[in-house]
């Protein structure tokens, strides 16, 4: 992962996170097999595309040292959400309590398809809870959802 992270440029932004491994039943037998899950994302295809190079190169490296058999199989994911500047500076001067993040968020989302075929712009409304997304005690204040609803009516000149 080191040498993943020398080669690319530093601004831009991908994320390489490994959640789940499995491997054997118990600790004093080397496995058979073993299975490594994780995420890849980035917000260039480019980048995308060699950070996967880059792993299959590794991986080549291993198997070449260690003898093993190592399978790859990964499936594109989302592409990055990328929002059209036009319409992002309708949303802030609808919302001048917008706050503007400093750096991207690594998050995936299915509005990033959208976004493909016509011009978009994602914002976090908030849950009003400050209970995390994907946390087991994850609730929201559905006033929230209105707040949303107003600014989208606003931005299409609709009223209410």
């Not at 959640?19 to 118990?26: D, E, K, L, S, W």
């Not at 790859?72 to 309708?90: H, M, Q």
Request: overall charge negative; hydrophobic content about 40%; some cysteine.
């Amino acid at each position: 992962l080191y040498a993943m992270e020398k080669k690319i440029a530093p601004n831009q932004y991908r994320i390489l996170k490994f959640g789940n491994f499995h491997a054997g039943t118990v600790r004093n037998i080397l496995p058979e097999t073993a299975v490594l899950e994780g995420s890849y994302r980035s917000f260039q295809d480019a980048t995308f595309d060699w950070m996967i190079d880059q792993t299959k190169e590794i991986m080549h490296q291993l198997e070449q040292e260690t003898g093993c058999q190592i399978l790859f199989d990964y499936t594109e994911g989302y592409p990055a959400v990328i929002n059209d500047a036009g319409l992002f500076g309708k949303v802030q001067a609808l919302l001048p309590q917008l706050q503007v993040l400093d750096k991207p968020e690594m998050i995936a989302e299915d509005f990033a398809f959208y976004q493909r075929k016509i011009p978009g712009v994602f914002f976090f409304l908030g849950t009003g809870t400050g209970i995390a997304l994907h946390n087991c005690h994850f609730n929201f204040d559905e006033q929230v959802l209105q707040e949303g609803i107003k600014t989208d009516l606003a931005l299409m000149n609709i009223d209410l």
